[in-house]
């Protein structure tokens, strides 16, 4: 796929943000845990379905941007975290799979970005969500939602 200079710094940079804020939540859950498995201790609480409910929109984000977002050299509390919440028997049946999600992220992204050029971060919103609506409407969702 062929990207403008200018898409590719705003790729970058978007990034960039991501490994910073997965920075934050790292130092976040190194200092909430205390040593547990999630982080409010040894059992899945509120904050970690809040963030584990993104785990499989990462999982598309670095397959599509070809990175690692979370990186065992990186945020090594964060990874296991990831791997134990995954591992949860509340949790591993529900999730959706990586590769359903890149399908539908692959509709979902040129629609996105089409809408957004030269408009109000207000005006993107409420066109990316009809965007989102109109999608699932009429794309075969189920099979994502299966597995939610």
């Known amino acids: 796929m062929l990207v403008s200079e200018g898409e590719e710094t705003k790729k970058a940079s978007a990034l960039e943000e991501a490994i ?19 982080f409010g201790g040894d059992k899945i609480g509120y904050v970690d379905i809040a963030f584990g409910s993104y785990l499989g929109w990462v999982r598309v984000i670095q397959k599509m941007a070809n990175a ?3 990186d065992e050299s990186k945020i090594p509390n964060l990874f296991k975290w990831a791997k134990h919440f995954c591992a949860d028997d509340a949790v591993k049946d529900v999730l959706p799979e990586t590769e359903k999600l890149l ?9 996105l970005k089409v809408v957004s050029d030269g408009i109000s971060v207000e005006t993107q ?5 009809d965007v989102i ?3 699932c409407m009429t794309y075969p ?3 994502v939602m299966d597995d939610i």
């Not at 910073?20 to 999630?38: C, I, N, P, R």
């Not at 399908?103 to 629609?111: D, G, R, S």
């Not at 919103?125 to 969500?129: A, L, Q, R, S």
């Open 133 to 135: 609506h109109d999608l």
């Open 20 to 38: 910073q804020g997965l920075d934050l939540l790292e130092e976040a859950f190194t200092k909430y845990s205390k040593g547990q498995k999630f």
């Open 103 to 111: 399908e539908f992220a692959k509709v979902l992204v040129p629609k």
């Open 68 to 70: 690692s977002l979370i």
């Open 125 to 129: 919103i409420k066109k990316e969500m």
């Open 141 to 143: 969702l189920a099979n």
